[in-house]
């Protein structure tokens, strides 16, 4: 029963953590994967020398982690090429403004 419960909590756990990333909740996704860490050393500490469920769970920790990086590397270069897309209309905004302070200033 141990084992299953262990098991559901890391499912939560890695579920809730795919969720806070694929949402862009960063700081979520930080408390996520420090609990989730937490649980898997605990799992691997009850567990038995040899138990292939460690490298088992070895893996699917290594799959979490490097779905986690490249999710939010895309959505970082995501977010680089909108912020990058509108540097012509900041701008046109600046010199906009700049055009209104000097009217009111002389008006």
């Not at 996704?29 to 038995?48: G, H, I, M, N, T």
């Not at 490097?66 to 900041?90: F, I, N, S, Y």
Request: proline fraction near 4%; aromatic fraction near 6%; hydrophobic fraction near 45%.
């Amino acid at each position: 029963m141990q084992k299953l419960d262990t098991m559901r909590c890391l499912d939560e756990l890695a579920g809730g953590l795919r969720a806070a990333i694929a949402t862009g909740q960063y700081a979520r996704a930080q408390e996520f994967s420090a609990r989730y860490a937490q649980a898997l050393v605990e799992k691997w500490r009850a567990l038995p020398p040899g138990d292939p469920e460690l490298a088992r769970s070895w893996c699917e920790a290594v799959e979490l982690v490097a779905w986690a990086r490249r999710t939010a590397l895309a959505q970082r270069a995501h977010l680089a090429a909108r912020l990058e897309a509108l540097g012509p209309v900041l701008s046109y905004l600046r010199s906009q403004s700049c055009d209104r302070h000097t009217l009111n200033m002389n008006g």
